[in-house]
T-cell receptor, first 114, second 113 residues
């Protein structure tokens, strides 16, 4: 089945450590997105990529980094500069960025601090 | 900046009744709207969408209404079931360049059996 796979489902980070969240899609979508969701809150955009080898900052990019070397993959690194990383992280993709069509989501990675 | 918000953060409905979840948007240029359902511990799931050239669209047990005059969007769920309990988000395409969807904060729907 086509879809978006996020891994791991749960992740723990130590102080000063960088961690990388994986997001893979086999939907042949051009655009991919990373969101952060805090308890009882909506989705806040971290980074997005409309095409391979290109990405843009979202509303809360500080302390995060991404790469888009392959169409199907859009990993997110939570760096030690992100002082409050505990959250639920959601990856999404859409056929084309900025075009009219829904984003499809993975089932998220929950990141906690040790 | 533009924002998408919701009138009610929580909604409790008796099983079998109809549910109405509301959403206000502020960008009059937005031309595409989506409703998502998010269950606990999972990612948002697409329910239904509507383009600005329509004012109503129906799916299976769900109807989305768009009132562009007052910039209001609603999701109606017919014969609400316990499995409908979730958080519901609206999202809009602000149509300002190639920008991603803008999401509202969500409404939690609780179905009382």
């Amino acid at each position: 089945d086509g879809g978006i796979t996020q891994s791991p489902k749960y992740l723990f980070r130590k102080e000063g450590q960088n961690v990388t969240l994986s997001c893979e899609q086999n939907l042949n979508h051009d655009a991919m997105y990373w969101y952060r969701q805090d308890p009882g809150q909506g989705l806040r955009l971290i980074y997005y990529s409309q095409i391979v080898n290109d990405f843009q900052k979202g509303d809360i990019a500080e302390g995060y980094s991404v790469s888009r070397e392959k169409k199907e993959s859009f990993p997110l690194t939570v760096t030690s500069a992100q002082k409050n990383p505990t959250a639920f992280y959601l990856c999404a993709s859409s056929i084309r960025g900025g075009d009219q069509g829904p984003q499809h989501f993975g089932d998220g990675t929950r990141l906690s601090i040790l | 900046g533009e924002s998408v918000g919701l009138h009610l953060p929580t909604l409790s409905v008796q099983e079998g009744d109809n549910s109405i979840i509301n959403c206000a948007y502020s960008n009059s240029a937005s031309d595409y709207f989506i409703w998502y359902k998010q269950e606990s511990g999972k990612g948002p799931q697409f329910i239904i969408d509507i383009r600005s050239n329509m004012d109503k669209r129906q799916g299976q047990r769900v109807t989305v209404l768009l009132n562009k005059t007052v910039k209001h969007l609603s999701l109606q769920i017919a014969a609400t079931q316990p499995g409908d309990s979730a958080v519901y988000f609206c999202a809009e395409n602000p149509r300002s360049g190639n920008t991603p969807l803008v999401f509202g904060k969500g409404t939690r729907l609780s179905v009382i059996a």
